[in-house]
């Protein structure tokens, strides 16, 4: 089990908290750190962002041994012939380390604030499924790509130079449906977001058999789960915590969008993922100030991962 970070851009990201947080991952032992591409949030007062793309390239030559990407960038922002060629050059300027993450779009708010077309979810849909192919084929293909689709086209199109490695993809989301069979076809990783283990385990399998369909070996594809974490320093904090949000230990625990509780329980829950087929686990990490609390959860969590090899 690999564990990592992901952060909310749109949270209050700035210079200085980037390379806070991606100096305290190397230097603690995280293996990765994500972050989202949004604006804005859904709601409530704009905070101070970074431009997803430009901060992956910071990280690129910022860090030496971490990998990080994009959890995850709507087909919506950018034309998938552009996102890839700048996901192919911060992969190959970092040395092999980024994470391609993409996905339909789904925030309202930032497309209408920020003039940017925002289409119903089956127009989504099929814009994401075409991106995806012309993203794959871009990476695969040491010859020049045509491709006519009704929302993108290529005319004899080659990344130039050749990336070093064909870019990883990651598809997140949770539908069996919609999310898990465009996984089964075109990613290197699927990352089930804010979901318990007992699904996970159901989602994993269902996965299986999609990739049996496609006539591809699971075991290509990377399994994932992103979800929030709260890490306590103690039962008493903890406790403190519980009784003023009106919540019982019960009631916590059965909240599926968060790991949380002191280092045992959180020890004890991101096994839980792994019994349940999960390869890497993204820790949510809202404070993006509280570097302390991080360095605690570092020095008490990791080591119980690292000594299962």
Request: charged share 25%.
């Amino acid at each position: 089990m690999q564990i990592g970070l992901m952060l909310e851009g749109q949270y209050g990201l700035t210079w200085e908290r980037w390379q806070n947080i991606l100096g305290a991952a190397e230097r603690l032992g995280f293996a990765f750190v994500f972050r989202s591409d949004h604006y804005t949030d859904a709601s409530g007062p704009y905070q101070e962002s970074l431009e997803c793309w430009v901060s992956l390239t910071h990280a690129a030559s910022y860090t030496r041994r971490i990998e990080f990407g994009s959890m995850v960038s709507p087909i919506t922002f950018r034309h998938p012939a552009l996102l890839t060629r700048m996901a192919a050059a911060v992969d190959d300027l970092s040395g092999g380390r980024l994470i391609l993450g993409l996905g339909a779009g789904w925030q309202e708010r930032e497309h209408h604030n920020f003039g940017i077309p925002f289409y119903d979810f089956p127009t989504r849909y099929a814009m994401f499924e075409e991106g995806l192919e012309v993203t794959t084929r871009l990476l695969r293909s040491d010859t020049p790509v045509n491709s006519q689709g009704k929302y993108f086209s290529l005319d004899d199109a080659i990344l130039l130079p050749r990336p070093k490695r064909r870019t990883p993809i990651l598809i997140g989301g949770n539908g069996p449906t919609k999310t898990l069979p465009l996984a089964a076809r075109y990613a290197d990783e699927w990352n089930g977001v804010y979901v318990s283990p007992e699904k996970y385990r159901d989602l994993n399998t269902r996965l299986d058999q999609l990739c049996a369909e496609n006539k591809r070996n699971p075991h290509e594809l990377t399994r994932s789960v992103m979800t929030r974490v709260d890490y306590f320093f103690d039962e008493a904090e903890r406790d403190a915590y519980l009784a003023e949000n009106g919540e019982t230990l019960d009631s916590y625990r059965r909240d599926s969008r968060t790991v949380g509780g002191t280092a045992d329980q959180v020890i004890t829950q991101i096994r839980a993922y792994a019994d349940a087929g999960c390869q890497r686990i993204m820790l949510q990490w809202l404070d993006l100030d509280d570097l302390p609390r991080l360095e605690a959860m570092a020095a008490a969590v990791l080591p119980a991962f690292h000594s299962m090899g």
